[in-house]
Nanobody, 115 residues
Framework: QVQLVESGGGLVQAGGSLRLSCAAS????????MGWYRQTPGKQRELVAT???????NYADSVKGRFTISRDNAKNSLFLQMNSLKPEDTAVYYC?????????WGLGTQVTVSS
């Protein structure tokens, strides 16, 4: 079955960097668009960045110029390089894909940015 497993979260000071990874299995990764989303308590999950199967990317305005989404189809992996982190980037970050019309999420990884 489809599985998405995020890793790489942690505690970092403002201005620092983190690199998130998402390991995918159970489907043809290279055929699917992928996305990173984030959620804080009491708020709806929001889009951070997406990447198509062809490598086209899209970013939320709040992260443009600071975050970079990428994928390695040979390793069935999705990445999110996060630079110049801000306290408002603190959230649980989730990996997402859609396979055969069904949405799949990972369990998430916590990112905490201290001021």
């Amino acid at each position: 079955q489809v599985q998405l497993v995020e890793s790489g979260g942690g505690l970092v000071q403002a201005g620092g960097s983190l690199r998130l990874s998402c390991a995918a299995s159970g489907y043809i990764f290279s055929n699917s668009a992928m996305g990173w989303y984030r959620q804080t308590p009491g708020k709806q999950r929001e889009l951070v960045a997406t990447i198509t199967s062809g490598g086209n990317t899209n970013y939320a305005d709040s992260v443009k110029g600071r975050f970079t989404i990428s994928r390695d189809n040979a390793k069935n992996s999705l990445f999110l390089q996060m630079n110049s982190l801000k306290p408002e980037d603190t959230a649980v970050y989730y990996c997402r894909t859609i396979v055969n019309g069904r949405i799949y999420w990972g369990l998430g990884t916590q990112v905490t940015v201290s001021s």
